[in-house]
């Protein structure tokens, strides 16, 4: 089945850097990568996502690369803020039949944001 | 309403209780999930249900039941657990299960003594 690794496991930034979480994924017809940001206490909660025919996507301070032939994809936050500090998780959809909607999450990365 | 709501909140159990969590959604999802997530962890997919049918079961243990009554309701029902059973369980919806956004509940914190 599908394996994803992600990497760091924690992550310490200062107010207003960019922090850069990365994963990796082994099915390689995988078609589908969320990423789900969750507080302490709280729901994942999808923060951006994108699929197997775009290489990029942009939504604010957060962005996403992807990059199909070596099989990694990778969230950039800009201008971090206290509120950014929480575990992301990565996530990957295998392809095949039946498989669409089985996701398959990254160990986590807790960012934390200094102010 | 654009919100998977569980309940309850926090469930304390014996081994050899049962009792049920609950999941409901009315944004017209067609596909619902159960994950468990130990402290620490991501989630772990346990079940899928598409279309009110049970798709993929990720080899769970019999003590974990799960049920789809209908599209907007999901429940799971728990018996003879384990202390290792203990975790938050998270309930999910998607549009109709292919390779689609899925949204999750607030979770039940379940804890097995």
């Known amino acids: 089945g599908e394996n994803v690794e992600q990497h760091p496991s924690t992550l310490s930034v200062q107010e207003g850097d960019s922090a850069v979480i990365k994963c990796t994924y082994s099915?390689?017809?995988?078609?589908?990568f969320p990423w789900y940001k969750q507080e302490l206490g709280k729901r994942p909660q999808l923060i951006i996502d994108?699929?197997?025919?775009?290489g990029e996507k942009k939504d604010q301070r957060i962005a996403v690369t992807l990059n199909k032939t070596a099989k990694h994809f990778s969230l950039h936050i800009t201008e971090t803020q206290p509120e950014d500090s929480a575990v992301y998780f990565c996530?990957?959809?295998?392809?095949?039949?039946?498989?669409?909607?089985?996701?398959?999450f990254g160990g986590g990365t807790r960012l934390m944001v200094k102010p | 309403d654009t919100e998977v709501t569980q309940t309850p909140k926090h469930l304390v159990m014996g081994m050899t209780n049962k009792k049920s969590l609950k999941c409901e959604q009315h944004?017209?999802?067609?596909?619902m999930y159960w994950y468990k997530q130990k402290a620490k962890k991501p989630p772990e997919l346990m079940f899928v249900?598409?279309?009110?049918?049970?798709?993929i079961n990720e080899s769970v243990p019999s003590r974990f039941s799960p049920e789809c009554p209908n599209s907007s309701l999901l429940n799971l029902h728990l018996h003879a657990l384990q202390p290792e059973d203990s975790a938050l369980y998270l309930c999910?919806?998607?549009?109709?299960?292919?390779?689609?956004?899925?949204?999750f509940g607030p979770g039940t914190r379940l804890t097995v003594l």
């Open positions: 249900y598409s279309y009110e049918k049970l798709s």
């Open positions: 099915d390689s017809a995988s078609n589908y």
């Open positions: 944004m017209g999802h067609r596909a």
């Open positions: 996530a990957a959809t295998p392809g095949g039949d039946n498989a669409g909607n089985m996701l398959t």
């Open positions: 999910a919806s998607s549009q109709d299960g292919t390779s689609d956004t899925q949204y």
């Open positions: 994108i699929r197997s025919n775009v």
